[in-house]
């Protein structure tokens, strides 16, 4: 190898001084270390520039580190002036016979061996108290930390309290190497504001055991800043290897696999003092309000961790008003992520997952690194009162007025199996980079994503299968060594209850023949949405814009997940997302495109003429009355409560799912309708020229229909006609969620009034309804109302609301010129009560209605308001003109502006 290299710096490093040269492999562990310590025989300037050096060793490299234009390796000063070190007799760990490398079963991957190198004691520094100053600089420490024994860490500020003074606690320049546990750790102190907060800055932890820059132990440390630090080549401790062999001998409970969202819950004990070590990270937070700035991760079971603390722990636990993982990221700007998040699939460059509690007797602890799927734990929830989620308030969520978003910018993630994962609620992604990931992002909740730079696969060229011997035969090695060079993808749509926002994002370099996939093709899906489920089904949740392309296989920009071995689930047929200008695909350039699935039968998400499909997508060009909306329509409960046990399965079709139920569109064919499965979820498209849509209950309508979980903008036209015998009569009304109590002076229902003919229905807000004996239709209008309990109806004392537009504004995520409709289990419903016994006779002479047009465009005029862009107009019959702008890129609020004689009313304002 080279002994030469050239760094993008000229430093004032010496002959004789040690560095570290990081890996750009996939794996970072002991059992396949490519990192390498070297010692420095020269550093001169070049030719090349006054900004690069070349850097000489005393001896050659042993293997690559990439430095391409994509991503380069670290190259780090571990020597310092002043060097605090322990014995070298007695620090060592002894237990490290067989340590580095072991094998499980008949796989012949590699893995650390457990609970070696678990019995180093090194030297310690503790700052204690804030009678002092505890200020380091230019300091290295080697073998320092005693693992798993805790508040015996290398640097170490503990228990400082509330620090209420500037430039009193920091380190900057330092060096940790050879640690046995952790490198930098703020503890139960935090700053009244930033400025007084503890600094840690231009310091390195290399081959350290532990979280490294453990910026939170009991979470409570908040307003430190963590600037332009290394932390590379960490160990986690206990059985993490055991994930991607699906088993879990040694944690309490669960189970778990390499692709599961969820892995086993660990229990603290002598060989893991705290349990979460389990996923021992480079940076670490159990409370994200810190300033976090220009670090670089290496190695580790994820790059950024940020668990889950629902309550504080420690000297802490008693503290019932708080809740650290609720707390938002203060600043989370320019770093960066590698060879991480390599030992479980959903592992990350950045990663927001996994729960750490402590038990009763305030030592032990419990750590799922995985997702927690429900129950008082489930929730990030980032608010800005941190009493929601805590112990006083334990399943409140966060009102709207309070709700956070963790935002991330200008950050690089490269060789990991995830860019970022998040199992929270909230977050914004500014100008986020990644190369060579198994994915993108994965994400939950509202999310903006801006700036997105996904390069599928780079120059580099890893190791093949990750230090795997079985080289020529794969299936030999474990999957976490294969999955590289078998499958990638850019960005994956989740299921259900999202709403995903993408815009100003370029794609590169995603193609199926890439020179490292094993067999020369790997499963690579540019855009992927999930179709596995008939339990979990997705309503109207993304929207891009402005997405661009270089060098990518086109045969596989949008795939559904399962469109191999699975093309009848109801999330399949639900799927579907909005391109608000064409980019995603170059079939409309310019224009608003609606992205659906064929699988929902030729015609449902067939919007025209002009539409273009494949196998598994409709592509079509949208009008301006064009629209799409969700809800679920509860035609047989009593099958609903036995989901999952008996019918409509979490993946593949292991269980039955009976469709009872055909949507039509007016004005067409009732042979192509969508089947409404025993999970209720619709989502569809409403279809400016055909104007509604015909529901046909195939065994009859039941005596009680109720329409849940609607995603309908106020100003869309959603009309129903319904087949019901003659003579049939109804109560139909809207009901308030079971929150709404009339003690309260509130009324929770509201019911709905005849009207003389469809046109009425049409036009109303949508509380009437019309029975057409002719036709033997009921036609009905859905409207979303106003989320509880800011509408409440009636004349009781205090209420005088009476149901109009107001009533039917609509909640929405928007970012970027684009937004989504909330959509929320604290929504009315709308109920219809038919006077049948059982289910209702069949009507089959009931007919699909011909055609009704929408007539829809852009508003002519707008009004003034501040920071809006213009927005969509609808005109229906003796509703006059409604007009919704948009708030511009940056601002947020509800705007709603009505076009009536003598002039324009408008509320709302974009703040």
Request: proline content about 5%.
């Amino acid at each position: 190898g080279n002994s030469t290299i050239f760094i993008q710096d000229c430093p004032n490093w010496q002959p004789g001084q040690s560095v570290v040269i990081t890996t750009t492999e996939v794996k970072d562990a002991r059992d396949f270390n490519r990192n390498e310590e070297k010692i420095i025989s020269s550093v001169k300037k070049t030719s090349i520039s006054s900004k690069v050096c070349a850097v000489t060793f005393t001896s050659a490299l042993s293997f690559t580190h990439y430095g391409g234009f994509e991503y380069q390796a670290e190259v780090a000063l571990l020597s310092r002036n002043i060097l605090i070190q322990g014995d070298a007799t007695n620090s060592e760990p002894t237990d490290i016979t067989g340590g580095a490398s072991c094998t499980y079963g008949t796989s012949t991957s590699s893995y650390p061996c457990e609970n070696r190198y678990i019995n180093g004691f090194g030297v310690h520094v503790m700052v204690a108290t804030t009678a002092t100053i505890g200020r380091f600089s230019g300091v290295e420490l080697y073998r320092a930390g005693q693992t798993n024994v805790l508040g015996r860490y290398p640097i170490h500020f503990h228990l400082l309290g509330e620090l209420t003074a500037a430039n009193k606690f920091w380190v900057y320049d330092a060096s940790v190497h050879r640690s046995y546990f952790r490198c930098y750790t703020v503890h139960g102190t935090w700053g009244n504001s930033l400025t007084n907060g503890v600094t840690i800055k231009n310091s390195i932890g290399f081959d350290a055991i532990g979280h490294c820059f453990f910026g939170s132990e009991d979470g409570v440390e908040e307003n430190n800043s963590f600037h332009y630090n290394l932390a590379a080549h960490i160990h986690p401790l206990g059985p993490f290897w055991q994930t991607s062999y699906g088993i879990s001998t040694g944690y309490s409970s669960g189970s778990q696999d390499f692709a599961s969202q969820t892995t086993a819950v660990v229990t603290s004990n002598a060989n893991l003092t705290l349990a979460s070590d389990i996923a021992a990270s480079p940076f670490y937070f159990t409370n994200s309000y810190s300033s976090i700035v220009g670090n670089a991760a290496s190695g580790g079971w994820a790059g950024f961790a940020f668990p889950g603390l629902p309550y504080p722990k420690g000297v802490y636990l008693s503290v019932t008003n708080f809740s650290p993982k609720t707390r938002p990221i203060l600043l989370f700007q320019g770093n960066s992520a590698h060879s991480t998040g390599f030992w479980h699939k959903f592992a990350a460059g950045v990663y927001f997952g996994g729960n750490l509690l402590t038990l009763a007797d305030n030592t032990t602890t419990t750590y799922t690194a995985g997702r927690i799927e429900s129950g008082t734990h489930a929730n990030r929830d980032t608010c800005s009162d941190p009493q929601y989620r805590s112990r006083s308030k334990p399943n409140t969520k966060c009102p709207d007025n309070l709700k956070l978003w963790n935002k991330i910018s200008d950050t690089k993630v490269f060789l990991a199996n995830v860019g970022l994962q998040s199992w929270g609620d909230r977050s914004e992604l500014s100008r986020f980079e990644v190369h060579d990931v198994g994915l993108a992002t994965s994400v939950f909740g509202e999310v903006w994503i801006d700036g997105m730079v996904v390069n599928c696969r780079s120059g580099n060229r890893p190791t093949l299968l990750s230090g795997c011997p079985s080289t020529s035969n794969p299936s030999q090695c474990n999957i976490r060594d294969t999955v590289f060079f078998k499958t990638f993808a850019g960005f994956q749509f989740y299921d259900t209850a999202q709403s995903h926002l993408i815009s100003n994002s370029k794609f590169s370099n995603c193609r199926a023949n890439h020179a490292q996939c094993l067999g020369g093709t790997c499963d690579l899906d540019v855009w992927r949405y999930l179709t596995h489920s008939d339990r979990y089904t997705p309503g109207l949740m993304q929207a891009t814009k402005n997405i661009t392309y270089s060098n990518i296989d086109v045969s596989r920009l949008i795939v559904p997940s399962t469109a191999i071995t699975f093309r009848n689930s109801v999330a399949g047929k639900c799927s579907s997302w909005r391109d608000e200008d064409g980019t995603v695909t170059s079939y409309f350039p310019g224009e608003r495109t609606n992205i659906g699935s064929t699988w929902a039968g030729p015609d449902w998400w067939r919007l025209n003429s002009r539409c273009i499909s494949n196998t598994d997508n409709w592509f079509c060009p949208m009008a301006a009355a064009d629209t799409t909306v969700s809800f679920q329509l509860h035609w047989d409960v009593g099958k609903e409560a036995q989901i999952p046990g008996t019918y409509c399965a979490n993946g593949g079709a292991t269980l039955p799912c009976p469709a009872g139920v055909n949507i039509t569109h007016f004005g067409r064919s009732e042979a192509n309708a969508f089947p409404v499965a025993v999970m209720p979820r619709v989502t569809g498209p409403i279809i400016g020229t055909q104007g509604g849509w015909f529901v046909r209950f195939l065994t009859g309508a039941p005596k009680v229909v109720t329409f849940t979980h609607m995603q309908i903008d106020h100003e869309d036209l959603v009309h129903l006609a319904i087949p019901y015998p003659t003579g049939t009569t109804f109560q139909i009304y809207a009901q308030a969620p079971p929150s709404c109590s009339s003690s309260s002076i509130a009324v929770c229902r509201h019911n709905f009034r005849p009207v003389a003919n469809e046109a009425a229905v049409r036009s109303s807000w949508g509380d009437a309804y019309y029975y057409n004996s002719a036709t033997k239709l009921l036609h009905i209008r859905l409207v979303n109302v106003d989320s509880f309990p800011n509408t409440r109806f009636g004349n009781t004392s205090g209420y005088n609301t009476v149901w109009s537009q107001t009533s039917t504004f609509s909640q929405y995520f928007a970012r970027g010129g684009m937004r989504l409709l909330k959509s929320g289990v604290e929504n009315w419903s709308v109920v219809i009560e038919s006077s049948c016994t059982g289910n209702c006779a069949l009507v089959p002479g009931a007919a699909v209605p011909a055609a009704m047009p929408i007539t829809k465009g852009i508003c002519s005029a707008l009004p003034t308001i501040a920071n809006s862009l213009p927005g969509t107009c609808a005109v229906n019959s003796q509703q006059g003109t409604k007009c919704v702008p948009v708030c511009k890129s940056g601002f947020t609020g509800t705007l709603t502006a009505t076009c009536a004689s003598p002039g324009w009313t408008v509320t709302g304002s974009c703040v």
